[in-house]
Structures are given as C-alpha cells and as structure tokens.
C-alpha cells in the first residue's frame, strides 16, 4: 500500500469511500479541496485500488486541520487509516504548522480511538454540530513545540 498525493483519476473511488463513510454526502467538496488545496489531499492505493483518503488543509498560519479521513469498508483495522493520519500531520509540518485539529462524531468511537492513539486530545464538545444533530467532539494535537 502507498499513500500519495489525490489526482483527478482518483475521484471515483473517494466518492465510493465517502458516500459509505458520511452520512453527509458532497462531491464536490472533494474537488474544490483538489484544486485549492491538492498539497492535503492524499489517498491509500492498494495495487491500483483507492482503499483511503485523507483530506487536510491549513486555516491558520499555525492550524492544519483535517476535514475528513475515510478508509473503504473491508480495509479497516489494518493500519490504513493510521498511515494516512500520519502522512496529513507530516503535511502540516512541512507547512510548519504548530497544531491539526478534527471533529469527530461523538458516537464514533473507532475513530475517536485512532486520534487518542495518534495523541489527539478531546478539547470540547460542539452540540448540534452535523445536520442531523449529532454532537461533534474537537480534537486537537500539538505538532511542533513552541
């Protein structure tokens, strides 16, 4: 498996991941963040197949922050979503960004787990904050010391 850098090709299978992952379907999200951002847009390829993405951008001139990780369904728990964790905050750091934050929904409990595991720190909790009203929990990780 590889991570690199999202090309247009690509489009088709993060739509695939995406619709199954989120309940809040946009497509074209995902090409705005191409051609504005195409620096924090990375997939997983396994053999040919897009098996992950992760998409990253920077809001400050000290916050990266990660907008959506997904990894397809029958790939999960193999470390795919780990690497790609991994290749957005080493994205950030290149751009010598002190903080990543997220929000992750507070019944996800899987993905909660991987940021703890990758030292995300739950800050506080945003009520109401999908369009289903769902709570959202923010995260946030230090990159660089100060």
């Known amino acids: 498996m590889i991570i690199r850098k999202f090309e247009p090709a690509d489009f088709e299978g993060v739509l695939e991941i995406e619709s199954v992952a989120f309940s809040e379907h946009n497509p074209f999200l995902y090409m705005n963040f191409y ?3 195409n620096e924090g847009f990375l997939v997983a390829e396994e053999k040919g197949y ?3 993405f992760v998409v990253g951008y920077k809001v400050s001139d000290i916050e990266g922050r990660i907008f959506s990780l997904a990894v397809r369904e029958g790939y999960q728990s193999h470390g795919i ?6 290749s957005i905050i080493g994205v950030f750091r290149t751009m010598s960004l002190k903080y990543s934050s997220l929000e992750v929904r507070i019944s996800n409990h899987g993905a909660q787990k991987l940021y703890k595991s990758m030292d995300f720190i739950a800050c506080w909790i945003e009520h109401g904050y999908y369009s ?3 709570d959202g929990i923010i995260m ?3 990159l660089l010391l100060q």
């Open 140 to 142: 946030k990780k230090q």
């Open 50 to 52: 897009i098996v992950g």
């Open 81 to 86: 979503g780990t690497q790609l964790l991994k």
């Open 35 to 37: 051609e504005m951002n």
């Open 132 to 134: 289903d009203g769902e």
